[in-house]
């Protein structure tokens, strides 16, 4: 049973463009964490937001989380090249990942 | 920083082998999991430990044993490797399941560099 299921699965833009993935989940939750995965390497943590706040910021990213509607989303602004790789949401109440968005920032 | 090691990055074995995959980390976490990660089904919950010799299930234990001896080391064992498991094999720890509310839950995971597994 996945918790978060990542939408698009993929996008592509251009360095200097904003890029955002949105996530949803099944059940309530305490917290929801996005994490980044470069091809062929484990997940990195990017950023937590607790069920009790609405949006979090760190630098270039934003998440905002509406428990309302069981979704979230993360915006990555003035994307650079490197920022190519895979993002996933979890809910770690049941320790679950989406199938994640692949993400391709092109130069 | 927490450093999760995984023993190998690539690792090729043949149907029926018994196949060890090792995971340390180095930060006295007290929960430990083993997922693997398949195109187009993201990342699936084999099995996680929150103290020694203390293991759960996840969603897809079937075909798999974990062993937990010691606090830093967390094994995925494969009784008879079949080809269905071949696949990347991500170890995470961390020191807080997620499901509390006090001042050190919601720590996130910490992740190895994965293990790539082909069985032949």
């Known amino acids: 049973s996945q918790q978060g299921e990542e939408d698009p699965q993929a996008l592509s833009i251009q360095e200097g463009e904003n890029a955002t993935m949105n996530c949803s989940y099944k059940?309530?939750?305490?917290?929801l964490q996005w994490y980044r995965q470069n091809s062929g390497r484990g997940l990195v943590h990017l950023i937590l937001?607790?069920?009790?706040?609405r949006e979090k910021h760190s630098g270039r990213l934003r998440v905002t989380l509406d428990t309302s509607k069981k979704s979230s989303s993360l915006l990555i602004t003035a994307s650079r090249a490197a920022d190519t790789a895979s993002y996933f949401c979890?809910?770690?109440?049941?320790?679950?990942f989406g199938g994640g968005t692949r993400l391709m920032v092109k130069p | 920083d927490v450093k999760v090691t995984q023993s190998s990055r690539y690792l090729v074995k043949r149907t029926g082998e018994k196949v060890f995959l090792e995971c340390v980390q180095d930060?006295?976490?007290?929960?430990m999991f083993w997922y693997r990660q398949d195109p187009g089904l993201g990342l699936r919950l084999i099995y996680f430990?929150?103290?020694?010799?203390?293991?759960e299930k996840g969603d897809i234990p079937e075909g798999y044993s974990v062993s937990r001896e010691k606090k830093e080391r967390f094994s995925l064992i494969l009784e008879s490797a079949s080809t269905n498991q071949t696949s990347m094999y991500l170890c995470?720890?961390?020191?807080?399941?997620?499901f509390g509310t006090g001042p050190h839950s919601n720590q996130p995971q910490h992740f190895g560099d994965g293990t790539r597994l082909s069985i032949l």
């Open positions: 430990s929150y103290d020694v010799k203390m293991k």
């Open positions: 937001i607790r069920s009790n706040e």
């Open positions: 979890a809910t770690t109440n049941m320790l679950t």
């Open positions: 059940t309530s939750i305490n917290n």
């Open positions: 995470a720890s961390s020191p807080e399941l997620g």
């Open positions: 930060m006295d976490h007290e929960n």
